[in-house]
Structure formats: C-alpha cells, structure tokens
C-alpha cells in the first residue's frame, strides 16, 4: 500500500500523473492547493482524503469537497500505517 501526498491543483502534470497511478489499496492525501482537486469527482481506486485546516485555509467546507477530511494527526497516523510513499 502506497501513500501519495498530492500537495498541487489540478493544473500540476506531475499530480495528474500520481492520481492516475494511485491503485485499489493506496491512500492519496490531499494537502496544500491539492485540495483543490477535491472540489470535483476523482478518478481513482484508491482511497483520497483531504487535510481540513488547508480546505478551510482556502475557504472551502466539508460541504465542498467530495472527498473526506482529516486532521493532520489523521495524516500522520495514515504515514504510519502505509509501507512508502509517493510525494
């Protein structure tokens, strides 16, 4: 299982390319502007979350994203539980 940390908008080619990669199993955190890309639907089997503090930092809610929230203690705990990661 594989950690993907996605920290640019939509525009980013090289995080087009690490969503498009990410597998049934892996976990895509979104942080920084690569909240931005839980503004819309993902196309992805993997498991996508987004960081809370950088989706209101943007001034978006719960209400806007299409993907959970976490807390960055939620984050770190996904780190721990994933065997390496893609940033």
């Known amino acids: ?33 690569g909240v931005f890309w839980g503004l819309n639907e993902l196309t992805t089997e993997a498991e996508v979350f987004a960081i809370k503090d950088d989706v209101e930092a943007r001034g978006y809610s719960a209400d806007d994203v299409t993907v959970p929230l976490i807390t960055y203690e939620g984050f770190i705990n996904i780190v721990e539980e994933c065997e390496k990661s893609i940033g």
Request: proline share 3%; net charge positive; glycine share 6%.
């Open 1 to 33: 299982m594989y950690l993907i940390v996605v920290k640019n908008g939509p525009n980013n080619s090289a995080d087009r390319i690490k969503i498009s990669a990410a597998k049934d199993g892996d976990k895509v955190v979104l942080i920084q502007d």
